[in-house]
């Protein structure tokens, strides 16, 4: 008896570990086809690809920077159409999710401000500077990036208004 449960639980274990594994190979294959698609140009199949991966494995190291970077690609900076505008949120959004399991990420961080950016969205790049310049649970570093980044806007702005020729 004690055999037939050991020997079930051993099946098991073993079956679970063929299947994690089987899971992982299959995000690997996922991951390598989105890669050939993103280098191929074609970012929404890449996309696709990554948004896959990351269902057969939750916890992929890179994985949703992978989409984000996808999903950026698909915006396409000066296009001030509704469906552009569109993409660069869902950039946005895709870059947020990397912030929401990792607050520190640097990279997704300045891919938000620069997305905002090139969306033409001053309002939202400074309020996001403001908010980093004065988060106090960030490196000294950091913060002083965005105050640095924030003074040049409002230099920028002043000259813009002194330099006006009359």
Known sequence: MM?????????????SAAAFGQANAEAR??????????????????????????????????????IARAVQQQFKPGVQTPENL????????????ILAKDPGNEDADKAIIFLYGQMKNEDKVLELLLQRAND??????RRAEAFTILASKRWQCSHDITEQKE
């Open 136 to 141: 106090f649970s960030l490196p000294n570093g």
């Open 29 to 66: 294959r996922e991951l390598n086809e989105g890669a050939r698609a993103y280098r191929a140009g074609r970012f929404a199949e890449a996309e696709q690809r990554f948004r896959r991966a990351l269902e057969l494995d939750p916890e992929g190291k890179n994985t949703r920077l992978f």
């Open 86 to 97: 569109a993409a660069g949120e869902r950039a946005v959004a895709a870059y947020q999710e």
């Open 3 to 15: 055999r037939r449960v050991l020997a079930a639980t051993i099946l098991t274990l073993a079956a």
